[in-house]
């Protein structure tokens, strides 16, 4: 099992920043990618970025140029770095882990962000 904690999420003005750490312990060797998803209000969990063990990345094409994800394989966690953000990017996020790059098999609990317009 693997257990992933997630911090930094909390509300911010429009064009503001936030940094979101998720930090993984337990049987950490069965991951390989790490994410990051969001879930808004009345839509469905959606993918923000995620990160793979040799650092490839993918980021949502909503948020390129805005978000940075990085991963600190000696402290186990992985970060989300969030600048210019929006009203539209507030949400519920949740950081993801496991052996492949899709389909996550390990879940944190989640961590709210709210922007105000």
């Known amino acids: 099992q693997v257990q992933l904690v997630e911090s930094g999420g909390g509300l911010v003005q429009t064009g503001g920043s936030l940094r979101l750490s998720c930090a993984a312990s337990?049987?950490?060797?069965?991951?390989?990618?790490m994410h990051w998803y969001r879930q808004a209000p009345g839509k469905q969990r959606e993918l923000v970025a995620r990160i793979t063990g040799g650092a490839r990345i993918k980021y949502a094409d909503s948020v390129k140029g805005r978000f940075t994800i990085s991963r600190d394989n000696a402290k186990n966690t992985v970060y989300l770095q969030m600048n210019s953000l929006e009203p539209e990017d507030t949400a519920v996020y949740y950081c993801?882990?496991?052996?492949?790059?899709?389909?996550?098999?390990?879940w944190g609990q989640g961590t709210q962000v709210t922007v105000s317009s």
């Open positions: 337990g049987s950490i060797f069965s991951i390989n990618t």
């Open positions: 993801a882990a496991g052996p492949f790059d899709y389909s996550p098999q390990y």
